[in-house]
Each structure stands twice: as structure tokens, then as C-alpha cells.
């Protein structure tokens, strides 16, 4: 072989090498870029699914008058709640005490249901979104404080990655805790369906959120001459007490900067016709990857959304002051 054809056998095989080379790293790119897609939309799936057996559970009331303390529900506090753009500690006591900062303005849900089962730890039809069953009230006069509860927030982990938190209160400790269920969730946004029509029809046509509900609470003419008495009438016509249905939209990132391209996109978590009339005034609904970390930014995302509508809306019976159980 002369030395010619030498140089040329090398550099045919440092072709085929790097040609090789080239499939592997492009055959890599795309696992990664497959398993990150397929792993986003397990975990969004989890989620709102979660979210969703949660919200099926508002206002949840055990119809059997004669094992399940009840409480007059036209002074019980809401069954729903929430915070905009805000989010919770894991061992402070329901929402009450924000901390005024948030993920990407992600909203805080709070979902409140009656246990069932009158031992210690229930009987394990109704349970919490950490899957802990959540037993009947004690008694009626504590019935109101004895609910279940599932509080939903997003919050950073110790290396930094946003992650879906589900927050709860435990009978048998005690105390409040919360676990991560989902990684990956930049950003958790709410809807409230409300029905303002003039009769009411029972179909929601105003969607509002937390802020909103909160500031039109803060506009009723409450009776009573003590802020007992005025909490109380505040729990009779609370507009928390007249949603209909929630709408919920997460964005989720996969775990590795999978994406090879160089452009950035913004990601419409209601819909573009939202985003143009609210994104100033609801600004996690709308999220743009050039606001983001820098090295995130080429991460896998995509929006996930559900809608839910509440089944256990309250029927007062007039003569006992309970929950009539559904026709």
C-alpha cells in the first residue's frame, strides 16, 4: 500500500467515525428529547388528575344524618378557596398566612370536603390529595374545623426545580405537612366559573380568579355588630360559595435542555384570547421562556389544561339547617 492510499483509508475511516459519532450524539438527542416529551405529559397527567378527584370532593357531605355530625351549611366557611399569584409554607395552617411571593405567579387552590368514617383515620372512602383518608367530624360543633383538606401550590425544591405541592392536614399528628406530587410544573393557574346571570341558570359564564372572587367578598355589606357575627354572615354570601367550575392549566418542563433550537416561545396558559384581554392583570396565566432562567430555557414544555365542574353544591334543608342529600 503506498503512503497515497494510506492517507486516504485514514481519512475515510475518520469519516465513517465521525459519521458514526454524529448518529450517536443525534440518536441521543432525540431519546431525550422523546423520554422528556412522554415523562412531561405522565406528569401532567398525574397532576391534573389529582387535581381533579380533589375538586369532585368539594363540599363532600356523608348524608347519613345519624353517623356523620353535621354543621348548618349556610354559616360553614367555604369548601373552596384560593390565592393569586402567591403561594404557602408546608407547615402553616390552611392559607391564611401567604408569603407573598410565588413561582412564576402561580396560584394557590384549596379544596375543603367532609371524612367519612368515625375512627381515628376514617374508613377510607374519602381521602386527601396525599391519599391519607380523612375521617368523619368529631362532633357537629367542631364539624366546620374537622374537613379534609388539599391544598395545591408550586414551590422550588432544594436544587431549584419547581415542582406541584400538595399540602394537607393530618388527624392523627396533628400537624399540617405537604409532599411534592409532580416535578417540573413552572406554573399552576385558576379559574373560577361563576353564574351571574340575572335569574341564575346554574351555567357559569364569568370566569374569575382568586384575586377577583376575593375583591368582590370584600364588597358585600355584611350584618352583625361583632366580628363574629360578621364572619358568620360573611360565610352566608361569600361568592366562594356560588363557583360552579374550575378551570385548571399547568406548564410543564421536562428535566433535560433537550430542545436544539435557538428560538424561545411564550406559552398561553387559557388561550391566546385570555392572554390579550389579562395577561397584565393575571400574569402567570402567560409565560415567556426568555423570562426564564437561561439555563432552562431549552428545556421541553408544553401546557396541560382541565376543567371540572363541582358536583356537591349544597341544598339547604330549611327546617334542620342541612345539607339535603341530591334528588
Known amino acids: 500500500m503506498t503512503l497515497i492510499e494510506l492517507m486516504i483509508s485514514i481519512t475515510l475511516g475518520l469519516l465513517v467515525v465521525l459519521a458514526a459519532t454524529a448518529m450517536v450524539v443525534s440518536t441521543k438527542g432525540l431519546f431525550i428529547s422523546q423520554t422528556d416529551g412522554n415523562e412531561t405529559q405522565d406528569s401532567a397527567r398525574f397532576a391534573l388528575d389529582n387535581i381533579s378527584r380533589s375538586l369532585h370532593q368539594v363540599g363532600y357531605v356523608n348524608y347519613d344524618f345519624t353517623n356523620s355530625p353535621q354543621i348548618t351549611p349556610d354559616i360553614a366557611s367555604a369548601d373552596l378557596a384560593g390565592l393569586d399569584a402567591n403561594s404557602i409554607s408546608a407547615t402553616s395552617a390552611d392559607i391564611s398566612t401567604p408569603l407573598n411571593s410565588s413561582v412564576n405567579f402561580s396560584d394557590v387552590l384549596a379544596v375543603r370536603f367532609y371524612g367519612s368514617g368515625n375512627t381515628g383515620n376514617g374508613d377510607g372512602t374519602m381521602s386527601n390529595c396525599a391519599g391519607f383518608s380523612v375521617p368523619a367530624p368529631v362532633s357537629a360543633s367542631t364539624a366546620d374545623t374537622d374537613r379534609g383538606w388539599s391544598i395545591y401550590y408550586v414551590a422550588n425544591d432544594a436544587n431549584n426545580e419547581p415542582g406541584l405541592y400538595c ?31 340575572s335569574p341564575t341558570d346554574g351555567l357559569a359564564n364569568k370566569y374569575l380568579t382568586a384575586a377577583d372572587i376575593n375583591s368582590l367578598d370584600s364588597g358585600l355589606t355584611l350584618v352583625g355588630t361583632t366580628a363574629a357575627e360578621k364572619a358568620k354572615d360573611l360565610n352566608r354570601k361569600t361568592f366562594w360559595k356560588k363557583i360552579l367550575l374550575v378551570k385548571v392549566a399547568i406548564l410543564v418542563r421536562g428535566k433535560e435542555n433537550a430542545r436544539t433550537d435557538a428560538t424561545t416561545s411564550t406559552y398561553n396558559l387559557f388561550g391566546s384570547a385570555y392572554a390579550t384581554a389579562n395577561s397584565s392583570n393575571d400574569k402567570g396565566t402567560t409565560i415567556s421562556e426568555v423570562n426564564l432562567a437561561a439555563d432552562t430555557r431549552n428545556r421541553i414544555r408544553k401546557v396541560y389544561s382541565v376543567t371540572i365542574q363541582l358536583r356537591n353544591n349544597c341544598m339547604v334543608d330549611p327546617v334542620h339547617g342541612i345539607c339535603l342529600p341530591p334528588n
Open 167 to 197: 399540602k394537607y392536614y393530618s388527624s392523627t399528628s396533628g400537624k399540617w405537612a405537604a409532599d411534592a406530587i409532580v416535578s417540573g410544573v413552572e406554573s399552576f393557574q385558576v379559574l373560577y366559573g361563576l353564574d351571574t346571570s
